[in-house]
Antibody
Framework: QVILQESGPGLVKPSETLSLTCVVS?????????WGWIRQPPGKGLEWIGS???????YHNPSLKSRVTTSVDTSKNQFSLNLSSVTAADMAVYYC????????????????????WGQGTLVTVSS | QSVLTQPPSVSGAPGQRVTISCTGS?????????VHWYQQLPGTAPKLLIY???NRPSGVPDRFSGSTSGTSASLAITGLQPEDEADYYC????????????FGGGTKLTVL
């Protein structure tokens, strides 16, 4: 059973950096699958933030690219998201997820669905 | 504005068949990239419903099916049940701007 759990501050001040971590249980993050971040503003649809491999290959949403940093800590079986210079528009429920069940290589991983999701964490941006 | 366009809402009575459309373009669905569908119940994370156009993960009833044609995809739900009331999202890949995962804006299904 693959379980993902997001964690991080629920409140971030405008212009500061949002930092979230996703701990993966029941499945080694080094297994070759890709991992991703998706967000959902209150009452709105899903938006892809980025995807990454355990080896450090990352792909980010072009609209967020300059503000997004993602990383993987294989020793803790977790991956992280940093989003800098946040504004009210960044307020959302942030989900981490695994690309699957099919596998791929390189950029083709972005064509793969998300088969396991975390429960999501709400991040509010306010001073 | 989402890259993939879905109707904001659809509805149907129990037992009926409903379809949800997902309209894209030549840089995503029209380029034959896979379409995936998710069901999101209120207050929960999205759940994978259909992957690779028309494949169901284990545990998803065969009342749910997907199809694609040209630059559009559809999710069909037969034998509508009250528990099907949820938001549904399509997902694909888009080649513009160096390549991106793209989602539809979502469709609220109401079971009358």
């Amino acid at each position: 059973q693959v379980i993902l759990q997001e964690s991080g501050p629920g409140l971030v001040k405008p212009s500061e950096t949002l930092s979230l971590t996703c701990v993966v249980s029941g499945f080694p993050i080094t297994s070759g699958y890709y991992w991703g971040w998706i967000r959902q503003p209150p009452g709105k649809g899903l938006e892809w933030i980025g995807s990454m491999s355990h080896g450090g290959t990352t792909y980010h949403n072009p609209s967020l690219k300059s503000r997004v940093t993602t990383s993987v800590d294989t020793s803790k079986n977790q991956f992280s998201l940093n989003l800098s210079s946040v504004t009210a528009a960044d307020m959302a429920v942030y989900y981490c997820a695994r690309h699957g069940p099919r596998t791929a290589w390189g950029l083709r991983w972005l064509q793969i669905s998300y088969d396991y999701w975390g429960q999501g964490t709400l991040v509010t941006v306010s001073s | 504005q989402s890259v993939l366009t879905q109707p904001p809402s659809v509805s149907g009575a129990p037992g009926q068949r409903v379809t949800i459309s997902c309209t894209g373009s030549s840089s995503n669905i029209g380029a034959r990239f896979d379409v995936h569908w998710y069901q999101q119940l209120p207050g929960t994370a999205p759940k994978l419903l259909i992957y690779g156009d028309n494949n169901r993960p284990s545990g998803v009833p065969d009342r749910f099916s997907g199809s694609t044609s040209g630059t559009s995809a559809s999710l069909a739900i037969t034998g509508l049940q009250p528990e099907d009331e949820a938001d549904y999202y399509c997902q694909s890949y888009d080649t513009s701007l160096s390549g991106s995962v793209v989602f539809g804006g979502g469709t609220k299904l109401t079971v009358l």
